[in-house]
């Protein structure tokens, strides 16, 4: 059986091999081609290659002897084709986007051949390069043009100048909040015409109704409609006391310019004669008692209501309040403050010593940082004009420092701040100055003489 199975199989297949040659012999006369398979019929193929002598039969469309068609589902698409169309979406006979290339147009309503200028926008057939598009002043830039300004027409297609639109429903076209369906405009009167009103004074109106015939701005926020450079746009001078840009922050007033003398002499009245107050302001007045306290006496004028007359009293004032102020050691003695609502500070070396070389609590104008009572700047220059180190503030009223012996500050500290630069805080003014010691005794040692240089414009 096996040698019988062999013999057929080798038998067919040596006839199809005499098949092969009798139909590619040389000697039939059949010449191949490459054919290709074209079933839009335009002449041109696009399938994979087929050789043959003749060309095969197709259930759809041809087998050609041309290829390179890119769409063989449409007779118009073809290497042959070179008619140029432009796709029109919105009919108008200006196309938009790639050319493309057909027999001829495949749909008169989708395609146009119009190649000198193209369709800006190929949805709105309102807007192509053969159309004019008269345009408005925009002036206040919210998209609605002057009705009534001067305006331009151009090609729809040409670039639109800037500060023009097309929309010409502008009520208002200095006003960008003023057009047909915008909501109500607020007024607020602005006096001193720097662009911001008071919030205080204002009325609110329709977007298309007149405008308010007084002096207005479209925003408030003026803390000062009197003034045209405090506003919330201006410039912020943090130490001149004026709130600039009406942001509501505390002011600090550091006082500059000309130096100003204050000058009290010895046993002179200091209790009834102005001309023995520096009346610094209306809540501070600095002068000195025949006993040698300085203190400030529109506290007692204002707060207290009588002047004081007797030691103890200028005593509880020159430690830093009036009733029950905390005590501190320094040394063996009671600490004192001095005039009531007034710190002080060092603010630069008094002296050449190595604990003046050390010391870095000096102060700066307009910042609270090493303010402190007069009895503490005095015991700090005390001790660092001779060279003993200070180590801290007590309770702000007091110092510690490495001086060992016994020492009464109260009385022997003062003249250390004379030649001292000194800063000077109001505290409840929050005004800040520079101040100089000229004259200064100690506490009931030559009938209370003091003499200074403060900076300060006004006196």
């Not at 006496?297 to 830093?320: C, K, M, Y």
Request: charged share 20%; net charge negative.
């Amino acid at each position: 059986m096996r040698r019988n199975n062999f013999f057929g199989l080798f038998a067919i297949i040596s006839g199809l091999g005499i098949l092969t040659l009798v139909a590619c012999s040389k000697d039939d006369g059949c010449e191949t081609k490459t054919y290709y398979l074209d079933k839009d019929m335009d002449n041109y193929g696009i399938s994979r290659p087929t050789m043959a002598c003749k060309p095969p039969t197709a259930s759809v469309g041809q087998y050609v002897t041309q290829s390179g068609d890119t769409d063989d589902n449409d007779p118009n698409i073809n290497p042959g084709c070179d008619l140029v169309f432009y796709l029109d979406e919105d009919g108008d006979g200006f196309g938009a986007g790639e050319p493309l290339t057909f027999c001829e147009n495949p749909d008169d309503t989708m395609y146009t051949d119009v190649d000198t200028a193209f369709d800006c926008d190929d949805g709105n057939p309102n807007i192509n390069p053969d159309i004019f598009i008269t345009y408005y002043p925009d002036t206040d830039g919210d998209g609605h043009g002057d009705p009534n300004g001067e305006t331009i027409s151009l090609p729809g297609c040409d670039t639109i100048p800037e500060g023009f639109v097309a929309d010409n429903t502008d009520c208002n076209d200095n006003n960008p909040l003023a057009y047909p369906g915008a909501e109500n405009i607020t007024y607020y009167v602005d006096e001193d015409d720097d662009g911001y009103g008071d919030d205080s004074n204002f009325d609110t109106r329709g977007a298309c109704e007149p405008v308010a015939e007084y002096n207005y701005a479209l925003q408030g926020g003026d803390c000062n409609d009197k003034d045209p450079s405090i506003n919330p746009d201006a410039e912020e001078n943090p130490n001149d006391g004026i709130d600039s840009n009406c942001d509501g922050a505390a002011e600090t007033i550091i006082w500059s310019g000309p130096t100003v003398q204050f000058n009290k002499a010895a046993n002179t009245n200091w209790v009834d004669n102005p001309f023995n107050h520096d009346q610094l302001t209306e809540n501070v007045a600095l002068t000195r008692s025949t006993a040698g306290y300085i203190t400030n006496i529109a506290w007692w004028a204002n707060v207290v209501g009588a002047i004081p007359t007797e030691t103890e009293d200028l005593l509880w004032e020159f430690r830093g309040r009036k009733e029950d102020p905390p005590v501190a050691d320094v040394g063996d003695t009671e600490p004192f403050g001095g005039p009531y609502g007034v710190r002080w500070a060092i603010l630069e070396q008094g002296a050449d010593t190595p604990a003046w070389d050390n010391f870095n609590m000096y102060g700066t104008l307009g910042e609270e940082t090493n303010f402190y009572s007069l009895n503490n700047i005095a015991s700090i220059c005390f001790l660092l004009d001779a060279d003993e180190e200070v180590v801290s503030i007590i309770d702000d009223f007091g110092v510690e420092g490495s001086f060992e012996e016994t020492t009464d500050f109260a009385t022997h500290s003062l003249s250390s701040l004379v030649g001292k630069t000194l800063g000077v805080w109001l505290v409840e003014e929050n005004i800040y100055f520079t101040l100089t010691f000229e004259t200064l005794s100690n506490i009931n040692i030559g009938g209370g003489p003091m003499s200074y240089t403060r900076s300060t414009p006004n006196n």
